[in-house]
Structure formats: structure tokens, C-alpha cells
């Protein structure tokens, strides 16, 4: 799917969406997305360059430099949410004619695949980072050898202490300097500030969305939280993923005031580390058919602190915040990341279960399945449900696979209930 | 009060009937080529009705299980195979608290309390190599009926290393042993095949833990070679019910039994 098409493709989710969606921020979300793409498509006719980045960069310093940054991982991910994941399948069958084993992990296959096939544009240049994924260290690398570009890659340091963030500093102060030099631009730290301002604001109001989320029952459907999170990672900094947040804000103030729109709530279920994006239908008909309801995703959570973004210093609060924000703080250094983060919003959360994917191509997060699992039984008495699975590639294990396998866990979860309430 | 449990299993429906404790019959219908649930289901409850001579209106509730538990139009209830099996393997085995089933294209590990309630499960990933069309095709590769395979094992003196990822390593793997100067004996590849699958298996229930009793099920449970590889392998002796197959159906009785009358 070249990337016309998938514009296309976003544009005619907008319409649908504008037909009968009852929430403005469904509406905003695409259009927000419809935006970035736009950008991106016109950046090289515009003058300005394309950049591929990592899934952790910090997007705050592109968005100073007025460069649209391409988050290869998300837009992957994006692809799969609107054109479907059998799109993929060109792209895998390119990278495995390129000699990648099936064992890499799909996303990076898909990427380097669509390089191939030329459904992504050559970047100008390519920005990865060393956060907690090692494959995308050596797939970017790929990727710079394929498309013949500079890259630069941020070494991100595994402890969250002084001497850590002082480092990452430095790194993004590197990144800083082969932007000037391969833009030919001088790096305003003014601008910088504004765009950090605007992500502290995103950010604080995601925050207040996740505690919100703590209402007992669920506010709404769980199934876009997934989208939020990813809408965060690509657009923080700028002004429209604030307003986004606003608007999302109110909405769930007040569903809350009104109630729940779920018209039962029997299992509440945290999320943890991947999913099969290509059954985001799941969220619905486990909602609809069993009362289960995802009330939090690991991924979604920030880290534990009670740190504040400091626009006045913004390399040193981005520098931070590489530790803290969704999608990295459960997974950069020590497995007790994400054992004290899955522990804190099984407990927050109040959840009856978890539900864990192993993305079978990742091996950053799926060694801990153990660990995680046996914690929320022996701390909080709440049984896991673990599924491998590949998040982009359904024949790994398809929908109903999925689905079969879960109405079992779901089955045990009424027995154990009847159990204790006898 | 006569019930019946039907399991939709992949390549085979499993009737029982039911009637207090006792099991007046059981069917095993082997699907061939029909992609319709309903007709599968009917032909394995005719089975089962003639075998215990009794009618269709005599049976009062109807539950079915397994994956396509839901084609079968007539079942009062569906319930899915991991409560079914639980139900099932408690009832002939009370003091079971893991229960491993073997099918043609599943497994699954299940943990049960006292009260044969499913505290954990754990099923296996899209792979062949951990389910019995595993065993099948390595059956079909030596060129032995999968009664002959099964029974092999047992004078194995060695293992050969098999491959436990995929059924197509592992069987170039097989092929190459048969092909050594001197080739390895079949006893061993077979003995070898036998501790791949459940190296796989334990590994799978590992992740929610094995606590004694085991009891097995599943038409993997029928192959000797595999129930003795697997007791060597755990250092416990396993359950296996006379008819490992019907449980998860039996299981499914069991529950229509309790909802035509509900423990008060």
C-alpha cells in the first residue's frame, strides 16, 4: 500500500466516520492523521526532508525543526489498522527474498519489505533509537544500508538516574547537531520550548485521561485506547494532539457524569505489551458478548512519577520523559518496569484478569511472561491469560483462534466468581 | 434424566450420553470431508443413541464443546473445552489438578483447584508440532500405522535428537536418521519423535505450572510410547482415563446434567 493510497484510504475513514460518528474526537483523530500523512506525502515537494524514525525518538525535536517525522513502526501499525494486515504480505514475501528469516521481528520484515517495494518514500534520512528494541538498532541499519542515507541513532541508557538522563541529553544534543547539518538549519531552542510546551500539555492531559479510566464502571469501549496511544507517540508537540486530548478529556468527564455506555460490566481486564491489531473488532465483541471489558494497557501507562514536564528545560524534561512516557517506561531496563507496572494497574485499575501478548517475533518483553504472570497471581490473586501471537501477521494465530481461546479463559473466570461467591 | 455432551474437535465429533453416573454410551465420529458442524454432530449423536438404544426425545439437555461448538443448532448450551475438560477430568479423577489434553491440532494445559475449578490454562501456539497430526505425519513418514508407531517407542534404547519448532525440520531430521551409515533404529527415531512433542508440551504447561495429579486426554493419550515419554520426562506418573478422547464431551454432559438440575 503506497502511501497515496493509504492517504486515501484514511480520507475514506474520515467520511465514514463523519457519518455517523456522535463523538468529535473520532472525527479529530482522523483528521489529525489525515494532516500528519499529508505532511509527510508533501514534504519532499515542498523542500523539506523526509525522516524515518524510530518508534522512541523524541518527536518534539523534529517538530521544532518544522521535519514531520515518519514513525516507521506506528505507520506500520496504522497501515494494518486501516488497510488491513493482509497488505502485508508482498512486504514480508520482499524481505524474506531479501534473506530476512521469519524469526525478525515482523514489523522490521514489513518495513524493509515496503523499502523494497518502494511503498515508503527513501528517507532523507533515518533517526533510531537504542530504547529496549534491539531489532530496530539493526533494522534501521538495514534500512540506511537499503535506502543509502545518514542516520543517526540515540544510544538510550538503561538506568532512569541522574547520570542517565544527563546522557540522553547529550545524545539528543548530538541528534540536535546532525539535524543543523543535514538540514542546513540552525536549531531554535525557542521553538523548542513552545513544542515542549505543547507536549507537556498533551501529556498532562493523557495523564488525566488514565486516571479517569480508574472509574469503576469503565467510562466507554476500550477498543481506541490502543489509537490514542499511538496518536501520542507520532503527534506529541503539537497543537492538534492537545486539542485532541481536550476534546477527548470532556468526552469521557462526561460519559462519566451521564454513565457508562457499556450496559455491563462483569470482567475488567488490563492489557499487557502486544496485541493482534488485526483483530481490534476483539475489544467489541468481548465487550458486547462477555462484559469484559480492557480497562488499561500497559502500554498506555506512564511511568511511575510524579515528574512534570519542564518546558524551560526541554532537553533535560525530554530527557526525562524518554523514561517515563508510554510505550517505553514498562519495557526500557529492568524487568521490574514492567512487573511493578503491570502490579500497579492490575491494583489501580481494580482488574480481574490480564491479559498478556507475546508478540512472537520480540523477545523484549515476552521473557518476562513468567515473572509477570506469577506476581499478579501471587500479589493480587488475578490469573493471566497469555496468547502468542504476531501483531501484523493474523495466520500466526487468526481472530477466531483468538477469540476461541479467550471465551475458555473467560469461562474460568465465571467459574472462579461463582466459586467465591458461593 | 438422560443429557448428552458433543465435542467438535477438529477431525473428530465425540458423543457421550449420560444418565446419572452412568455413561450408557459413547460415540466417536471420525469427519471426513463435511464442512457442516450440524451433520457431524447429528450423525456422532445417532451413533451414540443407537449404541445405547434410545431416541433423540429422550435426551433433555444438550451441551456442546470444542471449537466448532457452535454449528451444532441443536445443543441447548455450548461451554468451551476448557471447562468441559476440567468438568470431565474431575469427575474421573477427583484428585486431578492438572490436566493435559492432547488433540489432533491442540493442546492445552489446564490447572484445576480442589473442587476441579480451572484456575489457569494454557494453550499451545499455531504449531502442529505440539498436537497429534504431529505424531501422525511422522507416522505416515516411517511408513507405520499409528498403533505400530506408538508401541515402537517402548524397545527404543536410544533417543534420537528430533527438532521440537516444526513438523518440517523435524521431518528432514527423521529422514536424515533413517538414511545414516548405520541408520539410526526406528525404535529410537520414533522414541526420539515421541520426546520432542513432549519436551513441547511441558514447556507449554510449565508456564502455568504442573502440580500432581496429571491426568491426560486427548487422542494422544492413546499412544503408549508418548504417555511413557512423557511420565520419564516429568518424573510423575500420569492419569489416562480408558477413553482419553471423550472426555472433554463427557465433560460437557456433566454440565447439562447440572443445568437440568441445578445445585441448590
New interface residues.
Given amino acids: 500500500m503506497k502511501m497515496e493510497e493509504f492517504i486515501k484510504a484514511v480520507e475514506g475513514r474520515l467520511q465514514h466516520l463523519k457519518s455517523y460518528s456522535t463523538r468529535k474526537s473520532q472525527e479529530l483523530y482522523f483528521e489529525l492523521l489525515l494532516e500528519y500523512y499529508q505532511a509527510i506525502n508533501k514534504a519532499k515537494q515542498e523542500g523539506k526532508p523526509l525522516a524515518l524514525v524510530g518508534v522512541f525518538s523524541p518527536k518534539e525535536i523534529f517538530y521544532a525543526m518544522d521535519i514531520v517525522p515518519l514513525d516507521a513502526s506506528f505507520h506500520l501499525t496504522y497501515v494494518g489498522f486501516i488497510g488491513g494486515c493482509e497488505v502485508f504480505k508482498d512486504y514480508l514475501e520482499a524481505a524474506a527474498g531479501y534473506g530476512l528469516p521469519i524469526e525478525t521481528c515482523s514489523i522490521h520484515r514489513i518495513l524493509i519489505g515496503m523499502v523494497i517495494k518502494e511503498a515508503i518514500s527513501p528517507p532523507d534520512f533515518i533517526v533510531g533509537t537504542s530504547h529496549a528494541c534491539d531489532g530496530e538498532i539493526k533494522a534501521f541499519e538495514t534500512l540506511t544500508d537499503l535506502c543509502q542515507c545518514p542516520d543517526y541513532f540515540l544510544d538510550h541508557p538503561y538506568r532512569a538516574d541522574a547520570e542517565g538522563v544527563e546522557y540522553y541529553k547529550r545524545e539528543m544534543e548530538g541528534l540536535i547537531q546532525f539535524l543543523e547539518e543535514k538540514t542546513s538549519q540552525k536549531f531554535d531552542f525557542n521553538k523548542l520550548k513552545e513544542v515542549v510546551e505543547l507536549s507537556k500539555q498533551a501529556t498532562d492531559l493523557y495523564r488525566q485521561i488514565n486516571e479517569m479510566r480508574k472509574a469503576v464502571p469503565a467510562p466507554m469501549g476500550s477498543g481506541e485506547f490502543f489509537g490514542i496511544l499511538l496518536l501520542y507517540n507520532i503527534l506529541v508537540g503539537t497543537p492538534g494532539l492537545v486539542k485532541y486530548f481536550e476534546i477527548l478529556r470532556n468526552e469521557i468527564k462526561e460519559q462519566l457524569e451521564k454513565g457508562p455506555t457499556l450496559d455491563r460490566e462483569n470482567f475488567r481486564v488490563v492489557f499487557l505489551y502486544s496485541f493482534p491489531f488485526y483483530a481490534m473488532e476483539f475489544f467489541e465483541w468481548m465487550e458486547q458478548e462477555y462484559g469484559v471489558v480492557d480497562v488499561m494497557e500497559l502500554m498506555s501507562t506512564f511511568g511511575y512519577t510524579e515528574e512534570e514536564m519542564e518546558p524551560s528545560s526541554p532537553l533535560d524534561t525530554l530527557a526525562k520523559k524518554s523514561f517515563y512516557q508510554p510505550l517505553v517506561s514498562p519495557i526500557v531496563g529492568s524487568t521490574d518496569n514492567f512487573v511493578i507496572t503491570a502490579l500497579r494497574i492490575a491494583r489501580d485499575y481494580r482488574a480481574d484478569a490480564a491479559f498478556f501478548g507475546t508478540h512472537i517475533g520480540c523477545k523484549e518483553a515476552c521473557a518476562t511472561v513468567r515473572i509477570v504472570k506469577d506476581t499478579l497471581r501471587r500479589e493480587l490473586g488475578i490469573p493471566t491469560y497469555v496468547i502468542d501471537h504476531d501483531p501484523l501477521v493474523p495466520s500466526v494465530t487468526p481472530p477466531d483462534v483468538i477469540k476461541t481461546k479467550f471465551e475458555g479463559f473467560i469461562e474460568m473466570l465465571e467459574d472462579l466468581k461463582l466459586e467465591q461467591e458461593q | 434424566m438422560i443429557v448428552a455432551g458433543i465435542d467438535m474437535g477438529s477431525l473428530t465429533t465425540k458423543v457421550v450420553i449420560l444418565e446419572g453416573n452412568n455413561i450408557l454410551a459413547h460415540h466417536i465420529h471420525i469427519l471426513i470431508s463435511s464442512k457442516e458442524g450440524v451433520i457431524d454432530a447429528q450423525k456422532a449423536i445417532d451413533g451414540a443413541l443407537r449404541d445405547a438404544g434410545l431416541s433423540f426425545d429422550l435426551i433433555q439437555y444438550i451441551v456442546s464443546t470444542g471449537?466448532d461448538r457452535k454449528s451444532v443448532a441443536f445443543a441447548n448450551k455450548q461451554?468451551?473445552?476448557?471447562?468441559c475438560l476440567a468438568k470431565g477430568a474431575h469427575w474421573l479423577f477427583p484428585s486431578a489438578r492438572t490436566v493435559i489434553d492432547v488433540g489432533a491440532e491442540t493442546s492445552?494445559t489446564l490447572k484445576l483447584?480442589e473442587?476441579g475449578?480451572?484456575?489457569?490454562?494454557?494453550?499451545n501456539?499455531?504449531c502442529a508440532a505440539g498436537a497429534g497430526i504431529f505424531l501422525d505425519a511422522m507416522a505416515e513418514l516411517m511408513q507405520l500405522s499409528i498403533e505400530d508407531f506408538s508401541r515402537l517407542s517402548l524397545n527404543a534404547k536410544e533417543k534420537a535428537k528430533i527438532t521440537n519448532t516444526c513438523v518440517v525440520f523435524a521431518e528432514s531430521e527423521v529422514i536424515s536418521h533413517i538414511h545414516k551409515k548405520p541408520s539410526v533404529p526406528k525404535n529410537d527415531i520414533i522414541a526420539g519423535i515421541h520426546e520432542s512433542i513432549v519436551e513441547r508440551i511441558i514447556g507449554l504447561s510449565a508456564?502455568?505450572g504442573i502440580n500432581k495429579d496429571v491426568v491426560l486426554t486427548g487422542g494422544v493419550a492413546k499412544n503408549i510410547g508418548f504417555v511413557k515419554a512423557l511420565e520419564e520426562k516429568m518424573g510423575m506418573k500420569v492419569s489416562v482415563p480408558d477413553e482419553p478422547q471423550i472426555v472433554a464431551a463427557l465433560g460437557a454432559a456433566l454440565i447439562a446434567q447440572s443445568y437440568v438440575s441445578p445445585r441448590e
Fill in positions: 471449537f461451554r468451551t473445552e476448557a471447562s492445552t483447584n473442587k475449578v480451572v484456575e489457569d490454562i494454557q494453550g501456539d499455531k508456564r502455568i
